[in-house]
C-alpha cells in the first residue's frame, strides 16, 4: 500500500487529508500540535470576543472519519530523500519498502526538500 505523509494540519494538510481518505493510501498525518487552529478567529480570541477552544480543534476528533489516515504528533525537523524519511523529533517516518520517492510540488526541488526545517 502506498503511504503518504502530510505534514502539517492547517487548512492546506487538512484539505490534502480530505481529498486522499479511503482512495486505498495509508495517509500518516504530523502535526507539532494535537489541535488545528482557525486561525482568522485569533483577533476574536485575542480580544475576547471568543474562547480560545472555539478556535482549535482536535486533530483526532477531526479525522476519525478519514478513512485510511492516522495522526502523529511530532515535530518535523527534516525530510530525508535519499533514505526516504520524514525525520521528526520523536523518530523518523519510514516510506515502506519498495514504494516510489515521493514526489515534490513543481516549485520544490529534491534539495530544498532535503534542508533542515528552520525553527
Ligand atoms: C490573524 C489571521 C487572520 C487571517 N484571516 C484570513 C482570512 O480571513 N481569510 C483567509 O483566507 N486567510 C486568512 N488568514 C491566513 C490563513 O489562516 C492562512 O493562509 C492559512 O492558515 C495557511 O494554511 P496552511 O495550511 O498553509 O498553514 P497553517 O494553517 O499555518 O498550518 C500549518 C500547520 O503546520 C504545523 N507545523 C508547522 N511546522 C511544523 C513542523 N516543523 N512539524 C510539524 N508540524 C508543523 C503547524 O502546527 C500548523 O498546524 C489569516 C491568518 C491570520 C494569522
Redesign the pocket.
Known amino acids: 500500500m502506498k503511504r503518504v505523509v502530510i ?8 484539505r490534502t487529508a480530505r481529498e486522499l481518505a479511503g482512495q486505498g493510501l495509508e495517509v500518516t498525518l ?4 494535537n489541535y ?8 476574536q480570541v485575542a480580544t475576547a470576543g471568543l474562547e480560545q477552544e472555539s478556535i482549535a480543534y482536535p486533530i483526532r476528533a477531526m479525522s476519525r472519519h478519514w478513512h485510511g489516515t492516522r495522526f502523529h504528533l ?4 527534516a525530510i530525508d530523500f535519499a533514505k526516504r524519511q520524514v525525520l ?1 523529533n520523536s523518530g523518523a517516518i519510514e516510506a515502506p519498502p519498495g514504494s516510489s520517492l515521493p514526489v515534490p510540488s513543481s516549485n520544490w526541488s529534491a534539495t530544498s526538500w532535503s534542508r533542515t ?1 528552520p525553527n
Open positions: 505534514v502539517g494540519m492547517g487548512f492546506g494538510g487538512i504530523v502535526d507539532r500540535n488545528h487552529l482557525f486561525q482568522p478567529l485569533l483577533y511530532a515535530e518535523v525537523s521528526t526545517i
